[in-house]
C-alpha cells in the first residue's frame, strides 16, 4: 500500500533543515519514514503569535522538487484553461498578506493510545506566518470563475512521488474565493524550498494538508478529486479519499463526489460519516513557563501562564487555564492581534505558590466547542463526545485534548537577601 512504503532520501533533507534552523526545530519520529517531518524544538514557541520562519513546522510526503521559478507554470484547468507564470502571478494580480495557522492534521497523533502509524507528533506541528501572495479569487475572476457555489478547486503539487500517487487536494470553491491565497513570500521572505517555493497554496485556518506547496495545477470541477478526475497519469484521489479522513479502525472510508458539510467538527458529530481534514478544531498550547527549569514569581507573587489558541477559521471565544491539573479552572485574558484564521494569544496571571504544579489550558470555539479532555479508546468513535473525549481515529488526525499537553512546573521562591 502507498501509506507505508517508507522512502531513503528522507534523513539526508531532515538534517538539512535541522541544520539551517539551528535548534527552532527537531526532527519527529516517523515509524516507517514516509515523511519529511520537523518541528517546534521548544514550548516556547507557543507563548509567541508570530513564528519566525526558523521554528515554524516542516511536513511532506515527496521530495522537494527541483526548480526552475523563472520556468515554474500553474496550469488552470476543469473548467478554465491558462498558463500563468511566477511573473504573471506576482505582477498582473492584487499582492495580499494574510495571516494563517497551520496545523498539521496529525498534530496530537502520538497522543494516541494504541498507537496509530506515521508521524508521532505531540504539540509541536503548529505555527502561525505571514504569507503574501496573489488572491486566487483575482486570478480566476480574471479567467472567467465568477460563480463558486457547489464547485471545487482542485490543488496539485509539483513534487514528484516514488509511487504513482499524486498530491491532489481539493477544498471547496467559495472557500478558495473566499480568503485563500497563491503564497511566495512567508514572513517577508522568499518562501523556502521546503514551505513550497516558488508557490503554494494558502488555506486559512484550514489543516497543513490543504496548503498544497510547489503548486503546478488549479482546476475547477463540479466534484473533489476523486480517481480519473485529471488529466495525467497517476492514483488520483489518495490523498483526499483515502488519507487524511477520519475514521475508527478497521474501516475503509467510501469516496464522495461533493459533500454539504465543510466544518471538520460538524462532520465528526455526524454529518459526515468519515469526516475530511479541512478546517483546524479548536485547540490550545501553553508557551510559559515550560516546564525545563524552576520558575520563580514576580515581586507580587504572580507567574505569568502566556500561550496561544485557535480553531481553523472559527473564532477562539475564551480560553481557561488550570494550575491544578484540572481539578479548577480560571478564564486567560485574550490579546495581540485578531485575524480569522491565525491563533490568539492568551494570558493568565497566576498567583504561584511553592511546590509542584501541573497546568493546563483547554479552548472554547465561537460555536461552543470546548476542546475534550483526552481521546478515547479505539472502539468509541463518535460516542467519545459525548465523554469528553476525542473519538480515536487509525489515522491520528485532528486530535485536540488538552490533558496530553499538560506541563508540570515547579515554582521556587528566591530566598532574600
Ligand atoms: N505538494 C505537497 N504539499 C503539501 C504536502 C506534501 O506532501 N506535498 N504536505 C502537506 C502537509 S501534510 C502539511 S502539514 C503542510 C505543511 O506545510 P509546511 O511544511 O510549510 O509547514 O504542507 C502540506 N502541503
Ligand atoms: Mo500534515
Known amino acids: 500500500m502507498v501509506t507505508e512504503r517508507p522512502r531513503e532520501s528522507r534523513h539526508k533533507e531532515i538534517d538539512a533543515i535541522v541544520e539551517a534552523r539551528a535548534g527552532g526545530v527537531t526532527e519527529t519520529r516517523d ?5 519529511t517531518v520537523v518541528g517546534a524544538a521548544q514550548r516556547r514557541t507557543f507563548a509567541n503569535w508570530l513564528t519566525p520562519i526558523e521554528e515554524h513546522f516542516v511536513c511532506h510526503r515527496n521530495n522537494i522538487p527541483d526548480i526552475d521559478a523563472d520556468a515554474w507554470t500553474v496550469s488552470l484547468t476543469g473548467q478554465v484553461e491558462a498558463d500563468l507564470l511566477m511573473t504573471d502571478i506576482r505582477e498582473e494580480y492584487p499582492t495580499v498578506a494574510v495571516a494563517h495557522t497551520m496545523e498539521c492534521a496529525g498534530n496530537g497523533r502520538g497522543q494516541h493510545r494504541p498507537e496509530t502509524g506515521s508521524v508521532q507528533w505531540g504539540f509541536e506541528a503548529a505555527a502561525t506566518a505571514f504569507w503574501t501572495g496573489t488572491p486566487v479569487s483575482s486570478i480566476l475572476r480574471a479567467h472567467g470563475v465568477d460563480s463558486p457555489d457547489g464547485k471545487w478547486l482542485t490543488a496539485i503539487g509539483g513534487d514528484p512521488s516514488d509511487d504513482d500517487d499524486v498530491f491532489a487536494r481539493s477544498i471547496p ?14 514572513n517577508g521572505e522568499q518562501l523556502p524550498r521546503e514551505h513550497g517555493y516558488p508557490i503554494r497554496l494558502i488555506v486559512p485556518g484550514w489543516y497543513g494538508v490543504n496548503n498544497v506547496k510547489w503548486v503546478e495545477e488549479l482546476r475547477v470541477m463540479d466534484t473533489m478529486v476523486v480517481e480519473g478526475s485529471l488529466d495525467r497519469p497517476g492514483e488520483h484521489g489518495f490523498w483526499q479519499q483515502k488519507s487524511y479522513r477520519i475514521h475508527p479502525k478497521g474501516t475503509d472510508p467510501d469516496t464522495n463526489d461533493t459533500i454539504e458539510t465543510i466544518d471538520t467538527w460538524e462532520q465528526l458529530e455526524g454529518a459526515v460519516e468519515y469526516p475530511y481534514t479541512f478546517d483546524a478544531t479548536v485547540m490550545s498550547v501553553i508557551g510559559t513557563p515550560a516546564g525545563e527549569s524552576p520558575v520563580t514569581p514576580r515581586s507580587d507573587g504572580t507567574i505569568e501562564v502566556r500561550g496561544v489558541a485557535w480553531a481553523g477559521d472559527d473564532a477562539v471565544d475564551c480560553v ?3 494550575t491544578d491539573g484540572g481539578e479548577t479552572w480560571d478564564d486567560a485574558e485574550l490579546f495581540g492581534p485578531e485575524y480569522s484564521g491565525a491563533w490568539r494569544l492568551w494570558r493568565f496571571e497566576w498567583e504561584a505558590e511553592p511546590g509542584t504544579h501541573v ?3 483547554r479552548a472554547t470555539d465561537e460555536l461552543g466547542r470546548r476542546q475534550p479532555a483526552r481521546i478515547s479508546r479505539p472502539d468509541a468513535w463518535r460516542d467519545a463526545l459525548d465523554n469528553n473525549e476525542f473519538p480515536w481515529n487509525e489515522g491520528g488526525y485532528a486530535a485536540n485534548a488538552y490533558e496530553p499537553n499538560s506541563v508540570e512546573v515547579e515554582v521556587e521562591i528566591q530566598p532574600s537577601e
Open 31 to 35: 515509524e516507517a519514514d514516509k515523511y
Open 173 to 186: 470553491l467559495v472557500k478558495a474565493v473566499n480568503d485563500c491565497l497563491l503564497a511566495y513570500e512567508m
Open 320 to 322: 481557561e487555564v488550570s
Open 359 to 361: 497546568l493546563l489550558s
